[in-house]
């Protein structure tokens, strides 16, 4: 099997390469990819939920003009709030799996760095974020109750504390509960959510969501710093093998490919450290959304 770097532009290059070069080349594009695909994943999940908090804090504004919110209004409200939270629930799942899978015993950064020591770190800091985040514990399981149960918020409401407007969006906690304990968890499993659910209900309207997504949207966030800090490091080491020991020889080529026969493998390194590297400087710091005072909380 023939193996090359070739450049068609602006002069044409077809330089022979071998095979353990092309495997080293190729596996430094599949991890910046790789790479690129988690950090987007997770822009995603705090994305969504930024969308879900503008919906909210719309509504606290619209709404403070109101005696009676109009039944229509409120039905089109919790249509969108529910499509919002229903989509940052899915994306978070699907990142929490990647990152971390329990029965398999395997993490992202385990694959990626193909250290298994890895693994047990992600396991530790999930089992730690189960035990001190109230949001954190309850968030898995809110994704599969509107995955097979019924949708996220079944009562919202608001008033209004001196001059700050408070919105309440609850789900039921005895349907909640309902549905976790058919789903068989182990007994200290489901001793720490029936603690949170307690600690986390709005008199008798249910779960108060806002702050129970805000603490597992902040977990999440937590997660992937750990995540980001222990793959950092690659993203350059992955682009400098490139650059240092292929590139060099072509500082001119621009269209960069390398083949295994006719299997080609596109150099498109510098773009993809470009994406992370603003993915990273955009998602620089975990966004606290409990810090803010906007309204959305009881008075204590």
């Known amino acids: 099997m023939e193996h090359y770097f070739f450049s068609a532009y602006p002069n044409q290059i077809k330089h022979k390469i071998s095979e353990q070069e092309f495997l080293t080349y190729k596996q430094c594009v599949e991890t910046l990819y790789k790479i690129y695909q988690f950090e987007e994943l997770h822009d995603q999940v705090v ?3 930024t969308d879900y908090k503008t919906h909210l804090y719309h509504a606290c504004i619209q709404f403070s003009g109101m005696g009676i ?10 249509l969108k709030a529910n499509r919002l ?3 940052t629930l899915n994306l978070s799942k699907l990142y929490l799996d990647k990152c971390y899978q329990h029965k398999a015993d395997t993490s992202f950064v385990g694959k990626l ?3 298994d020591k890895n693994h047990e770190i992600f396991k530790i800091f999930r089992k730690k974020l189960f035990e001190s985040n109230d949001g954190y514990a309850v968030g898995d399981e809110l994704r599969n109750y509107v995955q097979h149960q019924a949708m996220l918020i079944d009562v919202f ?27 068989g968890p182990s007994k200290t499993k489901l001793e720490r959510l029936q603690a949170v659910i307690e600690a986390n209900c709005y008199k008798d309207k249910g779960l108060d969501l806002h702050r129970i997504l805000d603490q597992f949207v902040t977990g999440v966030g937590e997660l992937h ?11 350059y080491e992955s682009s400098n093998c490139l650059e240092r020991n292929l590139l060099s020889q072509f500082p001119e080529s621009q269209d960069k490919a390398i083949y295994e026969g006719n299997k080609r493998v596109l150099l498109n390194h510098k773009y993809l450290v470009e ?4 993915i990273m400087e955009k998602n620089s710091h975990t966004i606290d959304h409990s810090a803010f005072d906007a309204s959305t909380y009881p008075p204590l």
């Open 69 to 78: 919110i109009p039944k229509q209004m409120g039905y089109e409200w919790r």
């Open 157 to 183: 409401t608001y008033g209004f504390h001196q001059k700050t407007i408070i919105l309440y969006s609850c789900v039921d906690q005895t349907k909640l509960l309902t549905f976790i304990k058919s789903r």
């Open 275 to 278: 994406i992370i590297e603003y």
């Open 225 to 235: 710093r750990l995540n980001r800090s222990t793959y950092r490091d690659l993203v």
């Open 47 to 49: 994305q969504s939920y």
């Open 85 to 87: 939270l229903l989509t």
């Open 113 to 115: 760095t193909g250290q």
